[in-house]
């Protein structure tokens, strides 16, 4: 089955600086990739969606020189959190769609706990 | 703007009992709606429906679509500890390609 690698899992970092999250895909080309952000206890919140070769469609709210976006290649996004803060800490998860058809199935990274101090 | 509301947002049940957990939605352009389990970290793809009226069905776990009366419907019988997660429905806007999640029903099943 299709599957979805996500990097780091968990992130512990100083306030100030920048963090770097990779999602994958690894058996398949994904050519639509789906950033979330997610507390606890509530459902995804859709960041941003990113398309390969394009910038980034940021949801409304959602600042995008803080949360860059890099989709280069078909199996590869990025997003940057950048000048990290306290309240940035979260839990973010990548999805991603598979090129072919019945596209509409997400295959989601483990997502990545991130911790600002 | 689409949406898509799940109810109940929280359930505790007893392993053995039956669970019906309820998605309704509304859209433009619907195509499909799919429903994922999280457990702890990344949601699992559990069913797509795109038909109304055709039950999807994986071993204690079933799903059926109403098109008419635009919800959902996910059944876990016998359930186990295992069971215990969030369940996400979600509906992919088909023109702007991301699709628009419920807030989830968490579900526990104590032993």
């Known amino acids: 089955g299709a599957v979805v690698s996500q990097h780091p899992s968990w992130v512990i970092c100083k306030s100030g600086t920048s963090v770097k999250i990779e999602c994958r895909s690894l058996?398949?080309?994904?050519?639509?990739m789906f950033w979330y952000r997610q507390f606890p206890k509530q459902s995804l919140m859709l960041m941003a969606t990113s398309n390969e070769g394009s910038k980034a469609t940021y949801e409304q709210g959602v600042e995008k020189d803080k949360f860059l976006i890099n989709h280069a290649s078909l199996t590869l996004s990025t997003l940057t959190v950048t000048s990290a803060h306290p309240e940035d800490s979260s839990f973010y998860i990548c999805?991603?769609?598979?090129?072919?058809?019945?596209?509409?199935?997400?295959?989601f990274g483990s997502g990545t706990q991130l911790s600002v101090l | 703007e689409d949406k898509v509301v799940q109810s109940p947002l929280s359930l505790v049940v007893h392993e053995g009992d039956t669970v019906t957990l309820n998605c309704s939605y509304e859209?433009?352009?619907?195509?499909?709606l799919l429903w994922y389990k999280q457990e702890k970290k990344a949601p699992t793809f559990l069913f797509m429906l795109t038909s109304s009226g055709i039950e999807k069905k994986s071993g204690r776990l079933s799903s059926i679509l109403d098109k008419k009366e635009l919800f959902s419907i996910l059944n876990i019988t016998a359930t186990q500890t295992g069971d215990s997660a969030v369940y996400l429905c979600a509906v992919p806007n088909t023109n702007a390609g991301k699709s628009t999640f419920g807030d989830g029903t968490t579900l526990t099943v104590k032993p």
């Open positions: 859209v433009t352009n619907f195509r499909s």
């Open positions: 999805s991603a769609r598979n090129r072919g058809r019945g596209n509409e199935k997400l295959f």
């Open positions: 058996d398949f080309q994904a050519t639509t």
